[in-house]
Each structure stands twice: as C-alpha cells, then as structure tokens.
Nanobody
Framework: EVQLVESGGGLVQAGGPLRLSCAVSGVTIGAYTIAWLRQAPGKEREGVSCIVAMDGSTYSSDSVKGRFTTSIDFAKNTVYLQMNSLKPEDTAVYYC??????????????????????WGRGTQVTVSS
C-alpha cells in the first residue's frame, strides 16, 4: 500500500521559515513525480511545486519562486518543501501527492494540476502577520 505522510506544518511569523516533509512508503520514489499542493479556506486547491524524481527537475508556481525549494532524500524516501520568507497568504493546508513519472512529459502546466494517484492527508501551515 502506497502512503504519503506530511509533517512539519505549524504556526510561524511572517518572514520566517518552515520545512515540510512528505514521507513515502510502499514504493520507491525514484520513479515518481511528487507534487506539493495547498488549499486555503474558501479557495481552490493550487499547485505549489513538483519534482520529477527520475531526473531531478523541479517546477514551482510564480507565487513561491525564489522562496520555496523542493528536494528529495532518496535514502529516506522523503520529499521536502523548504519554505522561506513566508507570507500570510501562504496560510493553507499543504498536501503532497505522487504519480508514476514514466511515459509523461512533465512541465509546470501539467504538474500543477495533474490527477495524482496518491495523496497525503495534509499538514496545516499558518503564517501570522
């Protein structure tokens, strides 16, 4: 059974950092594309970033470029989202999601709204002003 478990959320002041983790079990993430998505209250879910584990390509939304970084620890089968210079508008529930990468051409337009096969339950990030 494939499971994704997010952790690392919490309350942080504006301008501060936070690192989210997405621990993957049941598969080896080397063959997967893993995405971070978020949903704020009253808003639609939006893509934040994604990483294609096969070649290490990363993509992110314009709203987080230069502030958020996505990385992989293959030994731990874990994907990280390092978030710096957080803003109140980053407040949301953050989810990680995954699908096999093989056979698809990945770029931000499809990465950010792909119908991923596996999802975590999410972790709350709250940024105070």
């Amino acid at each position: 059974e494939v499971q994704l478990v997010e952790s690392g959320g919490g309350l942080v002041q504006a301008g501060g950092p936070l690192r989210l983790s997405c621990a993957v079990s049941g598969v080896t993430i080397g063959a997967y594309t893993i995405a971070w998505l978020r949903q704020a209250p009253g808003k639609e879910r939006e893509g934040v970033s994604c990483i294609v584990a096969m070649d290490g390509s990363t993509y992110s939304s314009d709203s987080v470029k230069g502030r958020f970084t996505t990385s992989i620890d293959f030994a731990k089968n874990t994907v990280y989202l390092q978030m710096n210079s957080l803003k109140p508008e980053d407040t949301a529930v953050y989810y990680c999601a995954a699908s096999l990468a093989e056979g698809l051409v990945w770029s931000w337009p499809n990465c950010r709204q792909f119908d991923y096969d596996y999802w975590g339950r999410g972790t709350q990030v709250t940024v105070s002003s």
